[in-house]
């Protein structure tokens, strides 16, 4: 359900996923995770499509055979994600949006671990926000919604004051289980099929029209 031209979203503050919302990271991520399953002796593509949008410990321990340590196994790719930056660049119209928001009005919710994030955002030449929720912060990643209620938490905000934008299954799911309104960005390859989720291509058609003291930020869809 895309979004139509003269939507008006308010709320009084924004959270972001990362990966496949913010930042375009698939090449990266699917290089990293891809060339340690193939030296490993097990199919990338059986798992490629349920990986993103889910921290690295959960989808480990999904995967990794029996004879290996899911931890010692995870600590490869940890180390390898950290200076894998190639092909990384902002989603369209990312940039735009973050810098015309209050910095104590947004946060970032990653299944990714902080160090990661910043790696990441940095190379996407984005913004960290004062508030982030990253894998290290959370016992259950998405799409239990903990990291988004924790997120709220920190903010100071409650749910229904809240919009989130996600783009894979999980955390879209993890944003509604928090009570947020919740749009995916529906250009990633990750995106949900469900059609009763608001969705936006990307940021490119959505600007903040004003900041109210009362209903907060005003963000409008604009015409393709």
């Not at 490993?40 to 004879?67: K, L, W």
């Amino acid at each position: 359900m895309t979004l139509l031209p003269g939507t008006l979203l308010t709320a009084q503050c924004i959270l972001f996923d990362m990966d496949g919302t913010l930042v375009n990271s698939t090449a990266a991520v699917e290089h990293v995770w891809g060339r340690w399953a193939t030296s490993r002796g097990i199919s990338f593509e059986d798992f490629r499509h349920t990986m993103h949008g889910r921290r690295a410990i959960d989808i480990m321990r999904g995967i990794v055979p029996p004879h290996l340590d899911a931890e010692t196994e995870l600590q490869t790719i940890d180390s390898e994600e950290l200076v894998e930056t190639e092909g990384i660049v902002p989603i369209p119209g990312a940039a735009e949006l973050l810098a015309s928001l209050p910095r104590d009005r947004w946060a970032l919710v990653t299944s990714a671990q902080l160090p990661l994030a910043r790696v990441r955002m940095g190379a996407a030449g984005l913004p960290m926000p004062d508030t982030v929720v990253s894998a290290d912060d959370i016992r259950e990643g998405k799409p239990n919604p903990g990291c988004y209620l924790l997120a709220l938490d920190r903010l100071g905000q409650r749910p229904e004051h809240a919009v989130v934008f996600e783009d894979a299954p999980a955390g879209i799911a993890a944003g509604i289980a928090a009570g947020c309104r919740t749009i995916a960005i529906s250009g990633s390859t990750h995106a949900t099929a469900d059609a009763s989720v608001p969705s936006l291509v990307d940021f490119t058609r959505l600007t903040l029209e004003k900041i109210d003291d009362a209903s907060g930020l005003h963000l409008r869809v604009l015409p393709a």
